[in-house]
């Protein structure tokens, strides 16, 4: 089953702002994973942040993590063309290695 | 980086077939791999887990004599649709948990799936 709900489910900006996309759960997880795919093809991981992180960062990426209301948020700063992709948030149920995926969000970055 | 391959990336058959597909953990061994299902423009859906050396345990839902998953070395899990309809059409993409990362899963490119 899907627990993950993503917010919003596309989003259309300019080259070089900043995109922000959000992400609810609702288990106990041990880890939540962001990915990124490109029109039909595989997935790409982006960023892991575990339930006792707060917050992560890589390159352009920030993962926020607040586990008391069960939502991540990734932020792309200054985003380019080539960001254009759907971006997934993951999440491990406590006890399974199996991730459950959000719904998506479908990323246009205009030049 | 580990690099997981998938074969055929891309099958169109007859209604009534069945197709295989491998995934190929390339540079790490897996004893877990995963396999989803994903519809144009939705999330991916996990199908099944598939244990190297045992069987599968399947997602609710998911007919386990439609699709027969197969995890026969640490390296290699094969997902096949048997007696493949059109409503089977979809991208299928698999994914490796290393054995030393086990919270990482590593995912293949995806086989897009045609059943005329």
Redesign the interface.
């Known amino acids: 089953s899907q627990q993950g709900e993503e917010d919003p489910q596309a989003l259309s900006i300019q080259e070089g702002e900043n995109a922000t996309m959000n992400c609810s759960y609702k288990t106990s997880i041990n880890n939540l994973q962001w990915y990124r795919q490109n029109s039909g093809r595989g997935l790409v991981h982006l960023i892991l942040i575990r339930s006792n992180e707060r917050e992560k960062h890589s390159g352009r990426l920030r993962v926020t993590l607040d586990t008391s209301k069960k939502s991540s948020s990734l932020l792309i700063t200054a985003s380019r063309a080539a960001d254009t992709a759907s971006y997934f948030c993951a999440t491990d149920e406590r006890g399974a290695q199996k991730l459950v995926f959000g719904q998506g969000t479908r990323l246009t970055i205009n030049p | 980086g580990a690099v997981v391959s998938?074969h055929p990336s891309r099958v169109i058959c007859k209604s009534g077939t069945s197709v295989k597909i491998e995934c190929r953990s390339l540079d790490f061994q897996a004893t877990?791999m995963?396999w989803?299902r994903q519809f144009p423009?939705?999330?991916?859906?996990?199908m099944a887990?598939s244990n190297e050396g045992s069987k599968a345990t399947y997602e609710?839902g998911v007919e386990k004599d439609k699709f027969l998953i197969n995890h026969a070395s640490l390296t290699l899990s094969t997902l096949t649709v048997t007696s493949a309809h059109p409503e089977d059409s979809s991208?299928y993409?698999c994914?490796a948990?290393a054995l030393t990362r086990?919270?990482?899963?590593?995912?293949?490119?995806?086989t897009?799936l045609l059943v005329l």
């Open positions: 998938q877990t995963f989803y423009k939705k999330s991916l859906m996990l887990t609710q991208f993409i994914s948990g086990q919270e990482t899963q590593y995912f293949g490119p995806g897009r």
